[in-house]
């Protein structure tokens, strides 16, 4: 007998009797095993499901499989599905070792099967791991951990559905913090975000677990307080909110006082569901906001009469700007005084809109809504090429040497094509840089900082002077002085208005005349209305006055008439 045979006849006597019956197969019957396979597969099925999904012990699993191998179910599976990999496992642990080979080969698969398993748990887990953190990131502030703004919506639909069932009151505070950008600019967004940080930690602290703390986005935050009684309680949640930020933030060795601003609204008197709440709560703290430091506002209705009155005057505005109607507005000039001589030797301009239905409006009614449009950028220009123009003509008069003030505002001075221009003006009129003032806030300065820098270093090298207007209102300009390219300082009005009788104020205006004295600045006392305060910045050596005192803003022709009466005149003795 040959190799071949030999081997052939053990081949088959070992597949007689790996199929003999007592199993419940018989492979030469194809219908059969694809049968018990597929019964075979959903056993399978099933135990892994338990053993991942419902996280049963593996050793329980291992118990699901071994009844089944004993009664010989397996081969099925094995033959209909796998059997290129099984069918020769199952010969070759046959052949050598008879009987328990068989056992042997259903023992391995228990193995595999629970090794399988266990590496496809692994990898399930990490699944779900990574679904609770993208879900968690969803609903939270990734800095402070807080829920974020979408989250919150949700919490306080809720809220709302359980105050309309106990016939309860909710209200929704947004807080604010005043001047964050200024703060980031300055001091970094490092310092920005650890400041954010210990703010979460400390309000926190004001409220009870029933209240619910968001983190709006940027330097908003959203409360919830839930069982609202009446107004008293409400005033009394907010004095809390602000008494919170009297103390100081201190950040890398810095100190840092912050203000803020609150805006309420109240469930069911502002709104019946989240959106309502929140956007009228943003409503009422945009009312306060720049107005008052560290206060709150309730919504009320009129303040919905303020934003279509701003629209109306946008939408305004806008037509006058696409329609190129600039003769709507007009300037108005507040001259200048020197008050070593007591002569007119420069004006102010200001904006005024002959509005078709209102008359004349002052910019309290619009300079901000044209701000927050950027349609002050076209009106700005505007108002530069006709100031220029007026001026050079009462140059070429009366005056040779008039200079002229414009206001510039953060939008004007962040847009890329002021430089241009503002050089482009000074060109098509023939006026001289350096008889133009351009006044910035210290604001406007620091938003932004190195870039507003820079322009403003740009305009003072061909010669424009700039002056910092409004200052001693409350910032810390004193940090900076040294910073900002300047030349002129102006007293703000509300810290000359109550002098000499305010001692305070007498003495910070006096201090602020030696500094600009020190540092070879001009120094101009705004609103200067009465005889005692001309004589007090007359005694101090301030360097020119503005105010009612001597004349409130003129149109141009009242001003020109004006210069030739008034060239002369003079409020102190040479």
Known sequence: MSFFSKHKEKDESTFEYSYSNKHALNYSQRYQAIFVGITIFVCSALSLYYSLFLKTPFYYVALFYLPITLAGFWYGVKAGLCSAFYFSILLLLN????????????????????????????????????ERVIEHQAYHDLLTGLPNRLSFEDSLQKE????????????????????????????????????????????????????????SGGDEFLIVVPQIIDEQQIAEISKKIISCFKKRFLIQEREVYLTISIGISVFP???????????????????????????????????????????????????????????????????????????IVGVEALLRWNHPEEGLLYPNRFIKVAEETGLIVPIGKWVL?????????????????LKLSVNISEQQLRDKDFFNDVVSVLDETGFDPSNLEL???????????????????????????????????????????????????KVDYNLVKEIPFNIKNSAIATSIISLAS???????????????????FQQHRCTYIQGYFFSKPLPPDELETLLYEQSNVAFVEN
């Open 95 to 130: 052949s050598y070792m008879g009987s328990p080979g068989l056992l042997l080969h259903e023992i391995i698969q228990i193995v595999i099967m629970m090794l399988i398993g266990y590496a496809i748990g692994i990898l399930k887990e990490k699944d779900r791991y990574s």
């Open 160 to 215: 709302i559905e359980q105050a309309k069932e106990k016939k309860e009151k909710l209200a929704v505070f947004l807080v604010d913090i005043d001047r964050f950008k200024y703060i980031n600019d300055i001091l970094g967004h490092l310092v920005g975000d650890r400041l954010l940080v210990q703010v979460s930690k400390r309000l926190k602290l004001v409220f009870s677990e029933n209240a619910l703390l968001a983190r």
């Open 269 to 343: 008197n502002h709104g019946e569901d989240a959106k309502s709440l929140i956007s009228n709560a943003d409503i009422a703290m945009n009312m306060v906001k720049g107005i008052e430091m560290n206060a709150y506002r309730y919504f009320s209705t009129e303040m919905n009469k303020d934003i279509s009155e701003k629209l109306n005057i946008a939408n305004k505005m806008r037509q006058i700007v696409e329609e190129k109607r600039f003769d709507d507005f007009e300037l108005h000039y507040q001259p200048l005084i020197e008050v070593v001589s007591g002569k």
């Open 385 to 401: 090429q006709t100031a220029c123009a007026q001026i050079k003509k009462w140059q070429e008069t009366c005056y040779p040497s």
């Open 439 to 489: 006044e910035i806030t210290e604001t406007v300065a620091m938003n932004n900082s190195g870039r507003n820098i820079e322009i403003l270093g740009e305009l003072r090298r061909v010669g424009i002077s700039i002056a910092l207007d409004d200052f001693g209102s409350g910032y810390s300009s004193l940090n900076y002085l040294g910073t900002l390219p300047i030349n002129i300082l």
């Open 518 to 536: 020190c540092l070879d600045y001009e120094v101009v006392a705004e609103g200067v209305e009465t005889e005692a305060q001309l004589m007090f």
